[in-house]
C-alpha cells in the first residue's frame, strides 16, 4: 500500500494526538511507538518547535536534543509535557539536562532511528541560500561525522541550507567513514511541498489537504520546482503559474526583514517528514518528496517522489512528463543544481 501520498496534507500524529487529547493535559498514549529521535540544532528557530513537535509524537519514546547551546534548558522545559518520550538536552560542554554529566553527541546519536539536522544559521534579506555555505557546510559535516560514528544505520534527514550542497557533504562523510547507504539519507523539502499545496490550495479556492503538488529539483531558488501542471483539474493562466511558482521558492525572509527564515512552517514539515520515516520504520510504505541520491537526471541528487520502506528508499519514482513550462525550468535550473552538488562534494573532500 501506498502510504499517504507526499504526506504533508494529513493531520500529523502529534496534532492528531493534540486534536484527541482527552481533558486535562494528557495527550492519549494508546499508539505509542518506541524510536528514538535525535534533532542537531535542537536549541534554534527550528529546532525548538520542531522539537515540540516531537514531544508530542506517539511515534516517539526517546528524543534526544542537542546544540552548542540551550538544550538544557529546553529538554527540561519540554520534559514537563506529560507525554510517554522521555527527553534529554545535550551540549559540547559538560551541562546537560538531566543534570547527571553531560551525555554528549555519543549519547545523544547512540542508538537513533532518526536524526534531524536543523543546525547551522539562516539566511537574511538579499542572501541565498548559497551564501550560507561557508558557515553551514563545515557544521554538517561535523554532525555526519558525529552520526557515522554513533548511529551509522540511522534514516538522517538534513534541513541546514544549502541542502543542494550539504546533503552531498553528508554523502561523503558517511563514504570516507565506509557507512553510506544512499536509501538513508535525505534532505528535507518537504517545506516547499507544503507550500506548493497552501498556495495552490489559495488560488483555487480548494482545501489544502485536497491538493498534492509534487515538487522536483533541489531546494534553492530556481531548483524548486512545483508541477502544478499535475494539479488535477486546475487550468492556472501563464501569469498565474510564474506567481505561485516565484512564491514557492522564497517568500519568508524578506518577510521577516532580517530576522531569519522560515522556522515554525519549516518546524511542521520537518516533523511531518521524520513522522513518515518512523511511519515507514514501522513497515508502512510511504511516499514523499526528497533530495536524494539519484539517477533520473544527470544531477547525481535529485528532488522527487520517493517510496521509503522500513530500511529506508525502496524506489525513486519516474519523474514523468513535464509541461512546457516545467520542462523550460528543468533546463534552466540543472546547471545550477550540479554545480552546487559538485560544491560540496569537492568540500568534503578537500
Ligand atoms: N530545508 C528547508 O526547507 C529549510 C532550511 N532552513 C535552514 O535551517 C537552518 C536552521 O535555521 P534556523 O533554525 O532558523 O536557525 P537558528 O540560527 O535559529 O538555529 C540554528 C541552531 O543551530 C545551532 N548550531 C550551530 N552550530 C551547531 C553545531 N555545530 N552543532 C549543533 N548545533 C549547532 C545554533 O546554536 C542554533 O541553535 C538554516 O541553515 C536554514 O537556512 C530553514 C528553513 C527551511
Ligand atoms: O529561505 C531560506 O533561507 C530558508 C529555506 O530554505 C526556506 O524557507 O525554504
Known sequence: MIFNRHATNAVSGAL??????????????TSASKAKVAVLGAAGGIGQPLSLLCKLSPEISELSLYDIVGTPGVAADLSHI????????????????????????????????????????????G???DDLFNTNAGIVKTLVEGCAKFCPDAMIAIISNPVNSTVP???????????????????????DVCRANTFAANSLGLDPKDIDVTVIGGHAGITILPLFSRVGGAKFSDAELEALTVRTRDEVVAAKAGAGSATLSMAYAGYVFTE????????????????????????????????IGKNGIEEILPL??????????????????????QKGVAFANA
Open 169 to 191: 557533504i553528508a554523502a561523503e562523510v558517511l563514504k570516507k567513514a565506509g557507512k553510506y547507504d544512499p536509501k538513508k539519507l535525505f534532505g528535507v523539502t518537504t517545506l
Open 127 to 129: 542572501m541565498t541560500r
Open 16 to 29: 492528531r494526538a493534540a486534536a484527541t487529547s482527552p481533558r486535562g493535559c494528557s495527550f492519549s498514549t
Open 320 to 341: 514523468g512528463d513535464l509541461s512546457p513550462y516545467e520542462k523550460m525550468w528543468f533546463d534552466k535550473m540543472m546547471p545550477e543544481l550540479k554545480s552546487q552538488i
Open 276 to 307: 513518515n520515516l518512523l511511519r515507514a520504520i514501522r513497515g508502512e510504505n510511504v511516499v514523499q518528496c526528497a533530495f536524494v541520491e539519484s539517477s533520473l537526471t544527470d544531477a547525481s541528487f535529485f528532488a522527487s517522489p520517493v517510496k
Open 82 to 125: 506529560p507525554t510517554h518520550s522521555s527527553v534529554t538536552g545535550s551540549l559540547p560542554s559538560p551541562v546537560s539536562f538531566p543534570m547527571k554529566g553531560n551525555i554528549g553527541l555519543e549519547e545523544t546519536l547512540s542508538g537513533a532511528d532518526v536524526v534531524v539536522i536543523p543546525a547551522g544559521v539562516p539566511r537574511k534579506p
